[in-house]
């Protein structure tokens, strides 16, 4: 599927299976709120509980997060390559339903070759969620990925990664790992 073909059906609010380092992802686009609603509702995942967004650039995430300085930046590039997602001070207009309850958002910018290409083609940051209901393993195949989620996911081929476990959840400020 081409990039332009996915990027109209995020537009209207699709939902997408990709692979990402250690399972597939399921996404849809950050600034669409129904997009985001009917995957919270599709994994059984309350929206109290924030979600992860990926990136393959910083550029990708400012509308999102407080503003870093360059090496920061960097830091957050090599935090990517490293499967670490990190919990950043969210911009006081960045939307509930992306953050939940709290008051910093969870970014990766993955390093992940297809889900990198893939931000990267359609130039924004994704939702990044395992492609399973919630509490549920973890999906690493695009057929499972089909079976599971039938015609409402559009499943993106492509190969997982090695990763056995999710990312590393880790705080911004203070490294403190949360998962």
Known sequence: MSARAI???????GLIAYPTESCYGLGCDPRNRNAVLRLLKLKQRPQRKGLILIASHYDQLVRYV???????QAT???DGTKVITRLMPAKSNCPRWLRGAHDTLAVRLTAHP??????HRLNTALVSTS????GGKSVRTNAECCRLFG???RVLPGRVGKRKKPSTIMAWRDGKIIR
């Not at 990027?7 to 609010?13: D, I, P, S, T, V």
């Open 66 to 72: 407080q503003p870093i300085t360059l090496p920061e």
């Open 131 to 134: 492609a399973n209901f919630s």
């Open 151 to 153: 015609a409402q996911v």
């Open 114 to 119: 297809d889900a990198a290409t893939l931000c």
């Open 7 to 13: 990027a109209a059906h995020l537009k209207r609010g």
């Open 76 to 78: 957050l590039k090599s």
